[in-house]
């Protein structure tokens, strides 16, 4: 039996101190006890209360650095109440130092770990606990042991999804650890500081072959990407695509990598054939495709504006004198562009992180083209610019 404060702790999904090894028995006291005192009626919540330990999905999630963690933390609280999970997350944090032999080696000792539950207040006053929370942190080095302890506490019989999410995570922990026991892997290319980190994403999925692999920013991309195919529907037709020119891709500084792969997007479903990049004087850059003989070109330019994390500002396809625009006017608006029509503003959806999580755990995280977008935005970054400088 646990102490009564930490009961109440629990109840209040307040984290908890516990062993490592201990984990998994002081879950399953904690839950015991909380279904007798709910039955019986307490100040924490009416007598008959359901207490509901429910999972649907095995949740890990690595993440370096105490901001991170916290970060981490935030998503979590916000995805409970949409989909119950077992979330377990793996910490590095490089505010501690290892006591073990050796430079960079770690001993299991010195791993701390909390639990906690999720709590979600119903209509009534009721309150169901939908999930648990289980976090593991060490100094650098520590990550020889999650594997282990990742294998131990999942819940049987239920698929787990992998997030990764923070690319300075060792590579190492995901593709010998975790990718053995994923069933999905998600990956965030929002957190590309660079485009050259879609090589790191690109090698990951590579990697992960065969399994379903989602993108949250890919996901927070398909609102936009929605509303520029459906400028193309009949009366329209696709006849403007196959005879444009060149693209226009208005996007945040900062955000080339998602501007890469709305690019790449378009460069897939036309099969654009990439031959070289160009600097432009504006900091932006120029890709030249080869369609069926005909030069078309692609270009990214950084601007400022309002667009949320997604990065994009906007889209604009020529062809010879005709264009058809997307321009984001604020975070869920934009204003719609097609020839002789006058413009039309549209609202775009805007999706919470957590929103997109659970998106990426349904039907739209099973989307294989992302990966051959993925691939083919790698491409592009790899091309060797004709004017002098480094891209990266």
């Not at 490592?20 to 005192?37: N, P």
């Not at 459906?230 to 020119?245: I, Q, Y």
């Not at 945040?252 to 990439?274: E, F, K, T």
Request: with cysteine.
């Amino acid at each position: 039996m646990r102490a009564p404060g930490e009961l109440l702790h629990f109840m209040r999904g307040e984290p908890i101190a516990v062993d490592v090894g201990d984990i998994e028995r002081a879950l399953a006291d904690l839950w015991k006890q909380a279904s007798a005192t709910m039955g019986a009626g307490s100040a924490d919540g009416p007598a008959d209360a359901p207490v509901s330990r429910a999972a649907l999905w095995n949740v890990v999630i690595p993440a370096r650095g105490r901001d991170a963690l916290a970060a981490t933390k935030h998503l979590v609280d916000e995805l409970a109440p949409a989909l119950p999970t077992r979330t377990i997350t793996l910490c590095l944090d490089d505010a501690r130092t290892s006591g073990g032999a050796g430079s960079g080696s770690s001993d299991s000792s010195e791993l701390q770990a909390t639990i906690e539950s999720n709590v979600v207040a119903q209509p009534g006053g009721a309150r169901t606990v939908y999930s648990e929370e289980i976090m593991v942190a060490g100094p650098p080095g520590a990550e020889a042991h999650f594997g282990a302890l990742v294998r131990a506490l999942q819940v049987p019989g239920v698929p787990t999804a992998t997030f990764w999410m923070d690319p300075t995570m060792p590579a190492s922990l995901l593709t010998r650890e975790l990718l053995p026991m994923t069933s999905r892997l998600v990956l965030d290319t929002t957190a590309c500081l660079r485009p050259r980190h879609l090589f790191d994403f690109d090698r990951l999925a590579t990697a992960a072959h065969p399994l379903p692999i989602a993108d949250i920013a890919w996901l927070r991309l398909g609102p936009l990407r929605s509303l520029f195919a459906g400028m193309f529907d009949p009366p329209v037709g696709g006849g403007p695509l196959r005879r444009a020119t060149r693209l226009a891709v208005t996007h945040r500084p900062g955000s080339d990598a998602a501007a890469l792969l709305m690019l790449a997007w378009i460069g897939v479903l036309l099969d654009w054939r990439p031959r070289r990049s160009v600097q432009t004087s504006d900091g932006g850059l120029r890709f030249d495709f080869d369609r069926g003989g005909t030069l078309v070109t692609g270009t990214l330019m950084p601007a400022n504006g309002a667009c949320g994390k997604s990065g994009m500002l906007g889209l604009e396809l020529a062809v010879g004198t005709e264009r058809y625009a997307i321009r984001r006017t604020a975070l869920d608006q934009a204003v719609v562009e097609t020839p002789q029509v006058p413009p039309k503003p549209v609202m775009l959806d805007a999706h919470s992180d957590a929103e997109l999580c659970v998106a990426a755990l349904g039907s739209r995280g099973r989307d294989p083209l992302f990966a051959r977008c993925l691939a083919y935005a790698r491409q592009l970054w790899s091309l060797e610019p004709d004017s002098a400088g480094s891209r990266r």
